[in-house]
């Protein structure tokens, strides 16, 4: 049995915070604001996961008011997602996803982001699809005010 999920998050760009997408620090002047590090890519997934598997979002699980999650590496919150996905008997079959950002160029982290999200998810980087776009600077994530990222991913029941 296959289940599918789509997941969906956005975050501000502001001054004084690092960059990390995807669980990779990527050098720029602005990072994200978010309770978290705000690692909209990670936090795409997070959600495309609980989505397959019809649970609660990631706001509901890890909710901004807990003081736990303050400035907490997203990856050890992907860690305990997919920590759920596996007790509930699936694995990942692949995941296709969009960093959707005016500025900076993700194309150069996006090998290392395969590579870091592959690790966790347990696949094999071939089998996550990380794009990059802009947004010809249309809207606020075109006019360098937020970074976007949406993801889909496939899971699979166990036999
Ligand atoms: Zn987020």
Redesign the pocket.
């Known amino acids: 049995m296959y289940r599918i999920g789509t997941g969906y ?1 956005i ?1 501000k760009l502001i001054e004084g915070r690092d960059l990390i997408i995807g669980g990779v620090k990527i050098t720029h002047e602005k990072g994200l604001l ?1 309770h ?1 590090d ?3 890519l990670i ?1 795409a997934l997070i959600d495309a996961m609980l989505g397959a598997l019809a649970l609660d979002d ?1 706001g509901t699980l890890f909710p901004d008011t807990d003081a736990n999650y303050k400035n907490i590496d997203s990856t050890i919150l992907l860690k305990k997602v997919f920590e759920l996905v596996k007790e509930k008997g699936y694995s990942i079959v692949n995941i296709d996803s969009n960093i959707i950002a005016q500025e900076p160029k993700m194309m150069p982290y996006i090998p290392k982001m395969k590579t870091a999200l592959a690790k966790i998810l347990e696949i094999e980087p071939q089998n996550i699809s990380i794009k990059a776009k802009t947004k010809e600077n249309l809207d606020a994530v075109g006019q360098k005010l937020a970074i976007e990222a949406n993801a889909v991913i496939l899971l699979e029941k166990n036999s």
């Open positions: 998050d975050h978010g978290s705000a690692d909209v936090h990631i």
